[in-house]
Each structure stands twice: as structure tokens, then as C-alpha cells.
């Protein structure tokens, strides 16, 4: 199975590159550390690449779509059906994703995932759908969960030869904050309304149907907090399970991987279940303003790269700060060093 045997190929990165790394840092033209998390993220690539410095290349983010039977609950302020239309916007560039990946120079893979609507081959999406979105809290068979982790291996396995320098995956998917704050109880046993935050912006009346639901789906489903699969089937959802699949992948293949905000992190703390070596890939964009988005960032021990008290999604997070990571990259690339530049280095 293309799961097992990708758990099986990942393993802890060698750092032994990373003093190398340091020494050009101390190297460039400016007071040693005066760039700050740059020069720790410049460094981070190194040790991923095992290259000094590192190699640019093409920046990509997948955007997974998946629909939520949760919505029944009426727990978003958005109907389903937004899911599908926003998927088209994607398709045709005029979501904040889209611009913001202009401007970043980062090329985005639209992938229905799971969208309860039938495209009738639009232009641009890629077609792995796994079925129709999850039943209603949530109840996917296991086949289908490892279904969707694998497909976002084999995404990542297909664009790995494609001069690949960061990855990123972001979600679209009414209703997955619930999946995502259902994960996150599970896996740590916090209480969901400790957890649950406003999503797309809903009232207290939706705030507390919404945490009434979570509540009910664990108690029904009872997902075991030891077997991260098993988590996902229950109260996950198709778009978290591809996301899992990408983050595998890319620590497999030793390729830097950006995550986004609350949904991603879910999909991540997953990951991290199956495989602890994946966090050493792993980059967090953003702190979200969705409120225990910082215990997922906790549990994964990752610091956030930005606050921008965004909370959209899509991608929206990764994007941005594949923009930052570049540019540290680019200052250990391109920067000359106190010799080549003739400059007289410190001398106390």
C-alpha cells in the first residue's frame, strides 16, 4: 500500500550541512545575525536540501476541495453549495488566492477532492474525487481516508521532478473548520467548545449548534486518539486526508512544505501521528485568528512566521510566507560575502 511504504521511507534529516550553511550566513556582508529568522530560515532550506546554499525553483500550492456533511447542522454562515462556487472562482483566478499567488509568483493546483457536485470538465481542476463530500459527521470508510492520503502522495510524487523548491497546500470546504476543531479534540482530548472558534464569521446561535454538533460526533464516533487514521475517517474530512498525503510527500522527497492555517494544521498534527520526522519539513505560514489554531502550532512545535489575524484559508497564509522564505533564500544565494566584496569584516 502507497501509504505504508511512504511512512516507511521517511526519515529524520541529517543536519550535517547545517554549520556549512552557518558559515556562509556569518560570511555575508552585514553584522552575523543582524537578518534575524531570515537567516534561521535560509539556514532551515540548507538542511532540507542538504545544499549550500540552496537551490529557487518553482513555488506550488494545491487547493483541495471537499464538501462536509456537517453542514447539515447548519454550523457555517455559508450554505454547501459556496464550496462548488468558490472552486469555480479558483478556476477563474478571482479569489484572494489567486491574487496573492500573482503577486508571490506561486502557481496553484485546483483539486476537487470531494465536492458534492459533478464539474462538467471545467478547464484547470484537477478530478480526484474520492465521493460526493463526508456523511454528516463524518463516518468515511477507511479505504476512502487512506484513498484521499494517497492521492496527495501521488500529486506530490507527479510535480517533485518539476524543479520543485517549496510546496503548499491550502482548502476549500463549508463546514471543515468543524473537522478540523473535531480533529483537534480528539487527538488532544480538549473540549470543544474550549476549541471551536467562528469560522466564516457565524453568530452565537451557530457557535453553539456548531459546538453541539462536534460534541455529538465525538461521542457517536468515538475516534481513537492513537490511530490518526482512524481519527480522520470519523471526524476529518477528504481535503485534510490530501493534505496529510502532501505533507508525507514531501518529507519523502525532502521538499520544504508551507502550511496554512487551522485546516492545514489539523491535517498536520495528523501527519505527525503517523510519522514525527515529517515536522522537520514543515514551516508554519501564520497564525490564524481562529482561536486554538496556536495549540495545533504547539503540538507540532512550530512557530508561526506571520500574525496577520487572517483566517480565510485557501492557501492564503502559505502563499505569503513562501514569498518570505524565498526571499531568505535568496539573500544566502545572492548576497556577497565580506571577500568578495572587499569589505573589512569586524575586527572586535
Known amino acids: 500500500m502507497l501509504l505504508e511504504e511512504t511512512l516507511q521511507k521517511i526519515r529524520p534529516l541529517d543536519r550535517l550541512i547545517e ?25 532551515c532550506i540548507s538542511v532540507i536540501q542538504a545544499k549550500v546554499p540552496p537551490r529557487l525553483g518553482r513555488k506550488l500550492l494545491f487547493v483541495f476541495a ?4 456537517i453542514t447539515e447542522e447548519r454550523v457555517s454562515a455559508y450554505p454547501k453549495k459556496v464550496t462548488a462556487q468558490m472552486t469555480y472562482n479558483f478556476l477563474r483566478g478571482g479569489a484572494a ?8 509568483g506561486v502557481d496553484i493546483e485546483v483539486v476537487d477532492i470531494g465536492v458534492d457536485y459533478e464539474f462538467p470538465s471545467p478547464r484547470g481542476l484537477r478530478d480526484c474525487k474520492v465521493r460526493r463530500g463526508t456523511n454528516n459527521f463524518t463516518r468515511m470508510r477507511r479505504e476512502e481516508t487512506v484513498q484521499s ?13 518539476e524543479n520543485l523548491f517549496l510546496l503548499g497546500a ?6 471543515n473548520t468543524s473537522s478540523a476543531a473535531a480533529v483537534l479534540c480528539a487527538l488532544t482530548g480538549a473540549l470543544p467548545r474550549d476549541v471551536v472558534g467562528r469560522g466564516t464569521g457565524i453568530d452565537d446561535a451557530t457557535w453553539g449548534r456548531k459546538v453541539a454538533s462536534i460534541e455529538k460526533g465525538l461521542d457517536i464516533n468515538r475516534p481513537d486518539p492513537k490511530d490518526p487514521l482512524d481519527v480522520i475517517a470519523k471526524v476529518g ?9 502532501v505533507i508525507l510527500g514531501a518529507a519523502v522527497l525532502r521538499i520544504p512544505m508551507v502550511l496554512d492555517g487551522f485546516i492545514s494544521g489539523a491535517a498536520a498534527i495528523l501527519a505527525r501521528r503517523l510519522c514525527p520526522s515529517v515536522t522537520d519539513v514543515l514551516f508554519a505560514s501564520h497564525l490564524s485568528a481562529e482561536k486554538s489554531h496556536v495549540l495545533m502550532l504547539e ?10 489575524e487572517m483566517r ?15 526571499a531568505a533564500v535568496r539573500i544566502l544565494r545572492e548576497m556577497a560575502t565580506f571577500e568578495s566584496a572587499g569589505v573589512k569584516q569586524r575586527i572586535l
Open 299 to 308: 503540538d507540532l512545535k512550530l512557530a508561526p512566521l506571520l500574525d496577520l
Open 237 to 245: 474530512g477528504l481535503e485534510i486526508g490530501a493534505m496529510i498525503g
Open 312 to 326: 480565510l484559508g485557501e492557501g492564503t497564509g502559505a502563499c505569503l510566507a513562501m514569498g518570505l522564505i524565498e
Open 149 to 161: 492520503i494517497e492521492t496527495g502522495i501521488r500529486l506530490v510524487e507527479e510535480v517533485a521532478s
Open 170 to 175: 491550502g482548502d476549500m470546504g463549508i463546514g
Open 19 to 43: 554549520p556549512e550553511a552557518q558559515r556562509r550566513l556569518d560570511s555575508l556582508t552585514k553584522p552575523q545575525g543582524s537578518l534575524g529568522k531570515l537567516e534561521d530560515l535560509a539556514r
Open 66 to 69: 471537499a464538501d462536509h456533511g
Open 97 to 104: 488566492i489567486n491574487v496573492l499567488a500573482r503577486h508571490c
